[in-house]
């Protein structure tokens, strides 16, 4: 659900380009034109990728490579090696918050996933806690998993639960003979789950994996929900839920 790295990425449009361009440039040239804009040398890099592709119709090439810090990926017009885009993506171990601006560590992070979650440590079978930079808000990343669900959270920089979500790990189908439920049995059953009534609320049905199932969209206490559940028995597969736009 969540981009786990920290991504520097600018695109420039091709827009106005003229026909005549200067001599094209080669394999190599791309090569020196992408780690002269990086800053680096041929020495401080691993092995260089560099692949002929096409971008808005323009012949390009695209150079990768990485160093300690993370991956560099750049794509330079092949007319004239001007640069169309470029990506430095930093590995997560490179990324981790400034004590000073930061509420919870990874600890206190992990321990507000489970608690949202309502499920014990001891259950916990895997778990990830990354820490993620963003330009908006800075938050935790929480995946863990028990026997039953696979949990996924956004914990604040202040140890508040931004996002959330759980999949059941099993899916199964119906048994044969079940019938659907009616929509007023599953808005019930939504509001039990979510513990008590719901502001706006949408229910359609669908098919996921060939299991027909509702899916279900409601507002509450300033938070968005999307759920998945068996259209048969009422099996919540998926429970999604984050803050409402401008409440984050």
Do not use: C
């Amino acid at each position: 659900m969540i981009n786990k790295k920290l991504v520097l990425i600018v695109s420039v449009a091709l827009l106005s380009l003229s026909l005549s361009f200067a001599a094209s440039i080669n394999a190599p040239d791309a090569e020196r034109i992408a780690l002269d804009h990086a800053g680096l040398l041929v020495d401080d890099v691993g092995k260089i990728q560099i692949k002929s592709d096409k971008k808005a119709g323009y012949d390009v090439y695209k150079v990768e490579f990485r160093t300690a810090e993370g991956k560099y990926e750049y794509e330079v017009l092949a007319a004239d090696g001007r640069i169309v885009s470029y990506e430095f993506d930093m590995d997560d171990d490179k990324i981790a918050p400034s004590p000073s601006s930061v509420a919870v560590d990874r600890n206190s992070a992990f321990r507000a996933a489970l608690q949202a979650a309502g499920v014990d440590e001891k259950d916990v079978v895997s778990k990830k806690v990354e820490y993620e930079r963003e330009v908006f808000g800075s938050h935790y990343d929480v995946e863990f998993s028990d026997g039953t669900y696979k949990w996924d959270f956004k914990i604040g920089e202040d140890g508040s639960v931004l996002e959330g979500e759980y999949e059941l790990k099993r899916k199964g189908l119906p048994a044969p003979g079940t019938s659907l439920l009616d929509q007023s049995m599953v808005q019930s059953m939504v509001e039990r789950l979510l513990g008590g009534p719901l502001g706006d609320i949408s229910i359609r049905t669908d098919y996921d994996d060939g299991r027909r199932i509702f899916k279900v969209y409601a507002v509450k206490d300033g938070f968005i929900y999307q759920a998945e559940l068996n259209a048969y028995d009422g099996t919540v597969y998926s429970l999604e839920w984050k803050k409402q736009l401008g409440l984050r």
